[in-house]
């Protein structure tokens, strides 16, 4: 059903159930909000969109109020408007003034504010609250005394995330946003997944910078430094640049890793190929001994450190391989050693990639073998797009070089573990291939490629029916749990990416976070995928050779968190 309002003294034809706010975005108002995040409910908190509206002795606010037939709403009246300053001034006279300094500066909401409502001079003057800097995690970092209050990172951890690390404290000025029992960030649940930062409109989240820990590196002779990248980061990389040209992307992106001083460019795709190899190999031996079912999915480091704090009694289930990035730094270090005569010690392997929590899995015990890790350092995009703009590199005219990286070609599998369901599918692609000898075609009709929060499908694959569930973010993780806890052996494989689409959307890629990007990012990837010359790991000429010359030993793949179960 449908009337009419009045915004701003015109009639707007609006839909019974909208929110004011909803209204007043189509029809291209801009209200400020602080609490609001699309697909959430509206709290009210910030009181940053309130409006007037005829007839209410109080500003209300419009995220959280429906439009009725009666109203008759002033959206910028002096009344608001100095309400909305109000509020800005009183945030900003309990904040701190490294507005110059801050992670954030030029990419702050409430920076943003205060310009939009001209707020030059402070106002409010008052003691102001003193909290900490919680730099305890590996990946984030957490500046209590920038918080806002606004409870963005509670209901994304919470609602969509489902792991409750944050809540409000305290009252009155000690009101705070802790995670529980105010313990710090590394001793809490958190699963360092990023989302927070994501959501953050401040930088009281945000990612723990890596970069100066390997640039020393860059001055010394005997070190080699080794770019090893996402596909994910190249594509939002083109992306947010503006790269028009997908031909020459390797191109470019060997331009800009030379320019930052790295010796040698990987795809990481290499280590997605033989993540899908030992997969397909353990998966198999499972089936013939119809046991250690379901195989639940390692390649996502935040769904490993959630299932180890969940059910650590069931670790045996997770499959047993490392993540295709800490593949591809082992087998850069072990590749290059061999062919350019390099001590492995003298080798440096940095991770770019989509993803805050790879920062947490690339320190973790199992990821160092004989002292050497496989991962020396790892930087998320937002980080290389700081070290673009640092170093001077006008990305737009640069001269694109010749592709000098190692393992050029990869099959499909190395773009596809970066999206929710992506990993399902190249699995699928390759059991077939492993099972039958022939490669499969068409899985677009099982729907894997839809991004639901939990979908479960069938699949006969040689002489065997193989049942798969796919799950997308946390929130649809109770029916995981369910079918863990029952013993259900008639599911076989279960993918879990804690990040709602996958890395594509990781807590390392661009602010602000957006539906359009992440669409764009699908697309981009999916076309990349459909127009692949080698669809199997199988296929793989560079793979296939270090394992003839055993240049790597899959012993070492293999990660630690298998034998807890025999630890503990």
């Known amino acids: 059903m449908t009337f009419e309002i009045q915004i701003n003294n015109k009639p707007v034809t609006v839909k019974r159930g909208e929110t004011i706010l909803e209204v007043l975005n189509r029809i291209g108002i801009k209200v400020p909000t602080l609490c609001s995040m699309k697909g959430f409910a509206p709290t009210g908190m910030c009181r940053m969109c309130v409006i007037e509206v005829e007839g209410k002795e109080n500003l209300i606010p419009a995220c959280s109020f429906k439009v009725e037939e009666w109203m008759k709403i002033q959206t910028h009246s002096p009344r608001v408007v100095h309400a909305r300053k109000t509020i800005v001034e009183l945030l900003l006279a309990n904040h701190p003034d490294d507005c110059l300094f801050c992670e954030r500066n030029g990419n702050c909401e409430l920076q943003t504010l205060a310009e939009e409502l001209h707020v030059r001079e402070r106002t409010i003057k008052g003691e102001k609250r003193k909290f900490y800097i919680d730099q305890s995690a590996l990946s984030i970092v957490y500046d209590t005394d920038k918080c806002i209050l606004c409870g963005r990172c509670i209901r994304v951890c919470r609602e969509t995330i489902g792991n409750h690390t944050f809540d409000f404290a305290y009252r009155g000025k000690r009101m705070s946003v802790l995670p529980a029992l105010n313990k710090n960030l590394n001793h809490s649940n958190c699963l360092q997944c990023g989302q927070c930062i994501m959501v953050c409109p401040t930088a009281a989240l945000s990612d723990k910078v890596n970069f100066s820990e390997f ?96 059910s650590i009694d069931n670790l045996h289930l997770l499959s047993s391989q490392k993540s295709s990035g800490q593949m591809a730094g082992h087998i850069a270090k072990r590749y290059i050693s061999k062919k350019d005569n390099i001590a492995v010690e003298n080798i440096i392997t940095v991770s770019i990639v989509p993803c805050t929590s790879r920062k947490y899995e690339a320190k973790r015990p199992e990821m160092v073998i004989d002292g050497i890790t496989d991962t020396d350092a790892v930087i998320t995009t937002r980080e290389l797009l700081r070290m673009i703009k640092m170093n001077g590199i006008d990305i737009n005219n640069i001269e694109p070089e010749p592709w000098s990286g190692f393992f050029a070609t990869n099959s499909s599998a190395g773009k596809l573990v970066n999206i929710a369901g992506g990993t399902t599918e190249a699995f699928i692609i390759n059991l077939h291939y492993e099972l039958t000898g022939k490669i499969l075609d068409g899985l677009k009709p099982l729907n894997t490629r839809n991004l639901k929060e939990y979908k479960e499908f069938s699949l006969n694959i040689g002489d065997h029916l193989i049942n798969f569930v796919i799950v997308n973010g946390l929130s649809g993780i109770n029916k995981v749990i369910d079918i863990i806890k029952e013993g259900k052996k008639d599911i076989h494989f279960i993918e879990v990416m804690v990040c709602q689409g996958g890395c594509i959307a990781g807590g390392g890629q661009p602010l602000p976070a957006s539906e359009e990007s992440l669409k764009l990012r699908l697309k981009n990837i999916y076309e990349a995928v459909d127009s692949a010359a080698i669809r199997t790991c199988y296929e793989n000429a560079s793979l296939a050779e270090m394992l003839r010359e055993e240049i790597i030993d899959k012993n070492n793949l293999r990660a630690l968190f298998l034998k807890k179960e025999v630890l503990l």
């Open 215 to 310: 640039k020393v590196f860059f001055h010394d002779v005997n070190k080699k430094a080794v770019a090893v990248y996402s596909p994910a980061v190249a594509t939002t990389l083109a992306e947010t640049l503006g790269l028009k040209s997908k031909a020459s992307l390797h191109g470019i992106l060997s331009a800009v890793f030379r320019k930052l001083g790295f010796d040698y460019i990987i795809d990481s795709s290499i280590g997605a190929d033989l993540m899908l190899q030992m997969q397909c190999e353990e998966f198999i031996s499972r089936l013939k001994a119809n046991d250690k079912f379901p195989m639940v999915t390692s390649c996502c480091p935040s769904w490993v450190k959630y299932f180890e704090q969940l």
